[in-house]
T-cell receptor, first 115, second 116 residues
Framework: AQSVAQPEDQVNVAEGNPLTVKCTYSVSGNPYLFWYVQYPNRGLQFLLKYITGDNLVKGSYGFEAEFNKSQTSFHLKKPSALVSDSALYFCAVRDAMDSSYKLIFGSGTRLLVRP | KAGVTQTPRYLIKTRGQQVTLSCSPISGHRSVSWYQQTPGQGLQFLFEYFSETQRNKGNFPGRFSGRQFSNSRSEMNVSTLELGDSALYLC???????????????FGSGTRLTVV
């Protein structure tokens, strides 16, 4: 069965410092991986995705993520955090072998960037 | 290019009533999926529609249903509402490309349903 784990409910970081939001996944086949961000009372905004190719994926707002197949991880990173990055972040996976197109989401990680 | 539009944004219903939520996908997107977001269960897949056909359904009771129209707009219906149905309901549209479905999913802002 497909699953996604985001082990940290909350990540706290000071503005200007690098940030990492962790994500590990489990799928039968090859993974298609996504990161979304959610601001209060809003839907999900797409940040980036990994389908194939380069393990380092660059996305919106300066975010990037590194796909690590051996560790089944897809951690979200940003070199220098902004207060405006404070939000709820979701990692999601779709199994390439799954004929449905549903996304399996992690439980979310709240990022708090303090000034 | 307009995004995914969900209406209404907020809804308050009484237990036992039924409700219909609407989703208009991005122009040209033929696939629409629905997700339920609650604090306890997180984001859970409800169903996906493509070309007016339900392709997949998540693990939800039959009270949850949906449909898609020829213009790709979709509606979901929940009958006999329960308190536990209170949630943010998100719609996502996807540009189908060669059947691989590996393009990104664009989400709407959601409909916040409160059942009292």
């Amino acid at each position: 069965a497909q699953s996604v784990a985001q082990p940290e409910d909350q990540v706290n970081v000071a503005e200007g410092n690098p940030l990492t939001v962790k994500c590990t996944y489990s799928v039968s086949g090859n993974p298609y991986l996504f990161w979304y961000v959610q601001y209060p009372n809003r839907g999900l905004q797409f940040l980036l995705k990994y389908i194939t190719g380069d393990n380092l994926v660059k996305g919106s707002y300066g975010f990037e993520a590194e796909f690590n197949k051996s560790q089944t991880s897809f951690h979200l990173k940003k070199p220098s955090a902004l207060v405006s990055d404070s939000a709820l972040y979701f990692c999601a996976v779709r199994d390439a072998m799954d004929s449905s197109y549903k996304l399996i989401f992690g439980s979310g990680t709240r990022l708090l960037v303090r000034p | 290019k307009a995004g995914v539009t969900q209406t209404p944004r907020y809804l308050i219903k009484t237990r036992g009533q039924q409700v219909t939520l609407s989703c208009s996908p991005i122009s040209g997107h033929r696939s629409v999926s629905w997700y339920q977001q609650t604090p306890g269960q997180g984001l859970q897949f409800l169903f996906e529609y493509f070309s007016e056909t339900q392709r997949n359904k998540g693990n939800f009771p039959g009270r949850f249903s949906g449909r898609q129209f020829s213009n790709s707009r979709s509606e979901m219906n929940v009958s006999t509402l329960e308190l536990g149905d209170s949630a943010l309901y998100l719609c996502a549209s996807r540009q189908t490309s060669g059947g691989t479905g590996i393009t990104g999913y664009t989400f709407g802002s959601g409909t916040r349903l409160t059942v009292v």
